[in-house]
């Protein structure tokens, strides 16, 4: 199992442009989100999904738009880049079954907003 | 929005001290969970909290879930140069969303 992967590991865009961070799990998880953290900020829920067609806003979903048509995907899409938006961004996946919601988290991206 | 207050923000301590660190909120929570992340990756789940009052253990790292559910402990036992790393805490609101803490940076000297 590769787990949670993301791509790309790094991106640099201008004010403006558009861009979409991929997610993807092999787990047959139920749950996927995406957070992006900032320093002194810890992690912030921008969007969450409990399953493929599903979707909700999390505390901070401005300025992002998240689809789920199938299980293993998730992406997160900036539609109109700002220099607020520069941060670290992590997805993650649980097993919505059970009491023990373990969320597994991806290696990140980290995007840079000029 | 809602955010935990993790203290203390960051420590620097000797190799084979123990280490406490803990987290509060204004809000309950049925879940505690505790992370760390380490430079360049995404967090790791160390131990989750269930219940209030519970005790739980994972090798030197023990946590409590608070009485009052408003708060969270971890604590690390003869800490080696490989704990170094940002330690978050996280409860759980509602069944699918979770609000994580600012996180302890800690350091260890050799």
């Known amino acids: 199992n590769a787990g949670v992967t993301q791509t790309p590991k790094f991106q640099v865009l201008k004010t403006g442009q558009s861009m979409t961070l991929q997610c993807a799990q092999d787990m047959n998880h139920e749950y996927m989100s995406w957070y992006r953290q900032d320093p002194g900020m810890g992690l912030r829920l921008i969007h969450y999904s409990v399953g493929a067609g599903i979707t909700d806003q999390g505390e901070v979903p401005n300025g992002y738009n998240v689809s789920r048509s199938t299980t293993e995907d998730f992406p997160l899409r900036l539609l109109s880049a700002a220099p607020s938006q520069t941060s670290v961004y992590f997805c993650?996946?649980?097993?919505?079954?059970?009491?023990?919601?373990?969320?597994?988290f991806g290696p990140g991206t980290r995007l840079l907003v000029l | 929005g809602q955010q935990l207050n993790q203290s203390p923000q960051s420590m620097f301590i000797q190799e084979g001290e123990d280490v406490s660190m803990n987290c509060t909120s204004s809000?309950?929570?049925?879940?505690w969970l505790w992370y760390k992340q380490d430079p360049g990756e995404g967090p790791v789940l160390l131990i989750a909290l269930y219940k209030a009052g519970e005790l739980t253990s994972n090798g030197r790292l023990t946590a409590q879930f608070g009485i009052t559910r408003k708060d969270s402990f971890l604590n690390i036992s003869a800490s080696i140069p490989s704990d170094v790393g940002i330690y978050f805490c996280a409860g759980q609101l509602g069944t699918y969303k979770y609000i994580f803490g600012t996180g302890t940076r800690l350091k260890v000297l050799a």
């Open positions: 809000s309950i929570f049925n879940t």
């Open positions: 993650a996946s649980s097993d919505s079954g059970g009491l023990s919601k373990t969320q597994y």
